[in-house]
């Protein structure tokens, strides 16, 4: 079964509201990173976030990282019509043996 | 620098055929994927390779076949097609832990 699980599904604001994400995994991990995919194409890196680390930011987005109920947040704040996209949470097992699994994903649409 | 570029883009096949996909990527990463991603499912990991010349399993590797002959290539095979691997494949790249550079897909119907 896939290590991560995201909630919600699919969320839809309005434009300027913020987006919170949340991604559950199940076993300990080295680092969680964050992914944006537009519709038809490839996976995009967000960021990254070690398992020693609680919070991170770059530019909009913050991401928080919780080891101990094994769950991350992706908050994107004044979200902008060009920021609907699926988002991805994947994580590397605490061996480090390269191997990245991804969650669900989480459909955000932005309403102008 | 092109990144991570895949071929082809899109494939017909019918059942029983054979094709090999190919992921190209010209940043000298040590570390490839093969992920599958498919409606509702996310993206699942069919094999990976930390290096030429290695290759190992993930989450959903029956049915498909990889090589890692060049450090810059990662070739992913279906020697029997079945309309259970229509879907759509992505290559990543990357060096380890650092974050993945993807290919824009292939996809791939099997009737």
């Known amino acids: 079964s896939q290590q991560g699980e995201e909630d919600p599904q699919a969320l839809s604001i309005q434009e300027g509201e913020n987006a919170t994400m949340n991604c559950s995994y199940k076993?300990?991990?080295?680092?969680l990173q964050w992914y944006r995919q537009n519709s038809g194409r490839g996976l995009v890196h967000l960021i990254l976030?070690?398992?020693?680390?609680r919070e991170k930011h770059s530019g909009r987005l913050r991401v928080t990282l919780d080891t101990s109920k094994k769950s991350s947040s992706l908050l994107i704040t004044a979200s902008r019509a060009a920021d609907t996209a699926s988002y991805f949470c994947?994580?590397?097992?605490?061996?480090?043996?390269?191997?990245?699994?991804f969650g669900q994903g989480t459909t955000l649409q932005v309403k102008p | 620098n092109a990144g991570v570029t895949q071929t082809p883009k899109f494939r017909v096949l019918k059942t029983g055929q054979s094709m090999t996909l190919l992921c190209a990527q010209d940043?000298?990463?040590?570390?490839m994927y093969w992920y599958r991603q498919d409606p509702g499912m996310g993206l699942r990991l069919i094999h990976y390779?930390?290096?030429?010349?290695?290759?190992a399993k993930g989450e959903v590797p029956d049915g498909y076949n990889v090589s890692r002959l060049k450090k810059q290539n990662f070739l992913l095979g279906l020697e029997s097609a079945a309309p259970s691997q229509t879907s759509v494949y992505f290559c990543?790249?990357?060096?380890?832990?650092?974050?993945?550079?993807f290919g824009n897909g292939t996809r791939l119907t099997v009737t």
């Open positions: 990543a790249s990357g060096r380890g832990e650092s974050p993945l550079h």
């Open positions: 076993t300990s991990i080295n680092n």
């Open positions: 976030i070690r398992s020693n680390e």
């Open positions: 994947a994580t590397v097992g605490s061996s480090n043996t390269g191997k990245l699994i």
């Open positions: 940043m000298n990463h040590e570390y």
């Open positions: 390779s930390v290096g030429e010349g290695t290759t």
